[in-house]
């Protein structure tokens, strides 16, 4: 348990920070899971791609990922 009170806060910080990041990611791999689906329609896969974007912008996920992942969900598609 840290003393000082910087570490105190940065404790709280990351505590928050994995909490928000796991949910996130969950959303993230259940919208993949809908998306490459047999019976995946165009609005869900529309869905996982922006929530790519998202995790991409924000760090979640590395942009090199995202678009790997978008480029595998586009070669299914067709």
Avoid: E
Wanted: glycine share 2%; net charge positive; aromatic share 0%.
């Amino acid at each position: 348990m840290p003393n000082i009170a910087s570490a105190k806060k940065n404790m709280r910080k990351s505590r928050a920070a994995t909490v928000r990041n796991r949910a996130q990611r969950s959303a993230l791999r259940t919208a993949l899971k809908r998306a490459t689906a047999s019976d995946a329609t165009p609005a869900t896969k529309l869905a996982a791609v922006k929530l790519l974007d998202r995790a991409a912008r924000k760090g979640l996920i590395h942009k090199n990922t995202a678009a790997r992942r978008k480029s595998h969900m586009a070669k299914a598609r067709g």
